[in-house]
């Protein structure tokens, strides 16, 4: 980029959320060093997947997310995060809509390897 064209922004959140209201697709905001920084609104159910080739962090903006494993669960609440080590199966879950950033590598599916409906396209930016 030439630098005279550069311009210096803070990336706001709130910004970003209003910009679009469907579930479970993960809008892309940054990109540092091959990791995406991707915001998403969440409610409901999702799949039991996996990442065998990463960790995946959930960091929680609005709302309580639970993130099931298969002995046992996590809460995540406003201001707060929590990763999922690779390899370790799991599935999210918001009874309410949950506003929330993850942070993992690009190119990453949301749904690991299991596929199906929930499957969001990848590096969608906003």
Known sequence: MDASKRTYA????QDKLARFSDQW????IAEINGYQVKIVRIEGDFVWHDHPETDE?????????????RDGSVNVGPGEMYVVPKG?????FADREV?????????????GHEGGERTAENDLWI
């Open 10 to 13: 803070p990336v706001n959140f």
């Open 57 to 69: 962090a959930f960091i929680v903006l609005d709302g309580t997310l639970r993130i099931d494993f």
């Open 25 to 28: 697709q993960p809008r892309v």
């Open 88 to 92: 370790v199966e799991h599935k999210p």
């Open 99 to 111: 506003k929330m950033l993850l942070i993992e590598p690009r190119g990453i599916l949301n749904t």
